[in-house]
């Protein structure tokens, strides 16, 4: 951010009225600045663009405009806008819509004051975070639609058929790298890996096998 030494600044896009003003409450006592607190997802984004924020901590479940559909409106219009999501859901597929989205944190809303400050903090400095429970989603895989039965390519571990099925949705190396929260490096060495357990030649051929196992399926 251009200057580390002021508050973070934030909106808060939360329905529940209790909960958006506790955590109002929070925030106005620790170093952040919460420049607008609105209850639903079109407010939250006319909040960006007037207010220009650092953070935006956004549920996912919001009347109107869906969490995810808001997400995905800033990381193409305000991405230099951190999302942190602070939601009731802890279901895979929620954690990796909201990741696939743009969030770059995802908390339950049962993290303590604490916490929260500490994430939306850490998203303002561009770092990545994740609550327990969303963090084990991420270990544990992302879903792939794969029915009962054996893993597509299952002589691959599951953040191999993740950064392939990345790869083959036309993912380059940076982005694989900022939608799971790993560093370029390791993709590259992941996908140096996967190309020697397939076995594929090249890139192009590692794609085309992904997709002759279902994966890289555009959402």
Known sequence: ???????????????????????????????????????????????????????????????????????????????????????????????????????????????????IVRAIQAVARGDAILGGRAAQQVLGGIATGATPGPPPLPQLTVRERVVLDLIARGYDNLRVARELFISDKTVRNTLTTILAKLPAASRAEAVARARDAGLGVSE
């Open 1 to 115: 951010m251009e200057d580390l030494h002021r508050p973070v600044r934030v909106v808060i896009a939360e329905d529940h009225p209790v909960f958006r003003e506790g955590l109002l409450s929070i925030l106005q006592a620790s170093e952040v600045t919460v420049l607008a607190a609105v209850g639903d997802a079109e407010s939250a984004l006319s909040a960006v663009r007037s207010e220009q924020p650092d953070v935006v901590v956004m549920d996912l479940a919001l009347p109107g405009m869906s969490g995810l559909t808001a997400i995905r409106r800033l990381a193409a219009d305000n991405p230099e806008v951190a999302v942190l999501v602070l939601t009731m859901n802890e279901d895979e597929a929620s954690v990796f819509a909201a990741l696939r989205a743009g969030a770059r944190g995802y908390l339950i809303k049962d993290a303590s004051g604490q916490d």
